[in-house]
């Protein structure tokens, strides 16, 4: 079960995600004589949300009852942010070894570190499946692309094992973390020590920098988070093809050390980190008119024009 967000005349809804177009989920209520609260929080119908039953009673309809499923989709509806304003935003630095080793520096190995963890808001970062990714004017000249695996939480988490952490999974995404690689606040200022990590972790805060979406996939359609291929192509050409069995911590391990500090809510997005191949590595950057398009297995492809 894949589901998105959309919005068709003015109205935001529901709907079951199906690439290139969309069946809304009431409508597939109606159809199946299904009682269905209206609601476009993801999160109701995906697993701990109070209608998931219901949810997979339809996407299971669907399955069976393609020719009038047919007479309800939607081709043309705009697609939004799967969960529009996350509690928190959490994205991971250096998960996969071959994207640390380009970058110049040395992978070691799960047991002699700890994940890197940062934050972006999520109010002014997060765009959607569709949306127009700015070249921001202060910094134009280093945008870069990395596609993620994106783990949506479903129920509150504190201090959960690893071997229990995905018990508390909604679904997954794909998430596109726009990086800003030459970021340089002030080029007169006076060099202090942390200006290298602050002009990274800067580089990440750019309005429209977090892609997300097109859709949620429920844990049911994702057999192994741990071995989904994932592609990010510009302008149809492959820079991006991995797999998320080459993270160095696992979205389970990951979701044990963040919930050993913090507590973790329905809705936060932790997003897992990237692969090699990002266009600073060989001196591409993104530039307007650039068409990019992220994929992950099992879930889809998030499409996003540079301007």
Known sequence: MRICRFEQEGEVASGFFQDDQVVPIAAVAEAAGEGLEQDDDLLSFLPHGSQHDVAQRLAEWLVGNESPAAGLAIKDALILTPIPRPNKLLLLAGNYAKHIEEGGENAVERAETYPYVFMKPASTTLNRHGGDIPIPSVSPDNIDWECELGVVMGKRAKGVSEADALGYVAGYTV?????????????????????????????????????????????????????????????????????????????????????????????????????????????????????????????????????
């Open 175 to 307: 998430v596109n973390d726009i990086s800003d690689r030459g970021f340089r606040p002030n080029p007169d200022r006076k060099k202090r020590d942390r200006d290298k990590f602050f002009d990274w972790q800067h580089g990440k805060w750019h309005d429209g920098s977090c892609p997300v979406g097109p859709c949620i996939a429920a844990p049911a359609t994702i057999s192994d988070p741990q071995n989904l291929s994932l592609k990010l192509s510009v302008n149809g050409e492959v820079h991006q093809d991995a797999s998320t069995a080459m993270q160095i911590f696992p979205v389970a391990a990951v979701i044990e050390f963040l919930s050993s500090f913090v507590t973790l809510e329905p809705g936060d997005i932790i997003s897992t980190g990237t692969a090699a191949g990002v266009g600073h590595a060989k001196g591409v950057h993104l530039e307007a008119g650039d068409q990019v398009e992220a994929s992950i297995e099992g879930i889809g492809t998030l499409k996003n024009t540079v301007v």
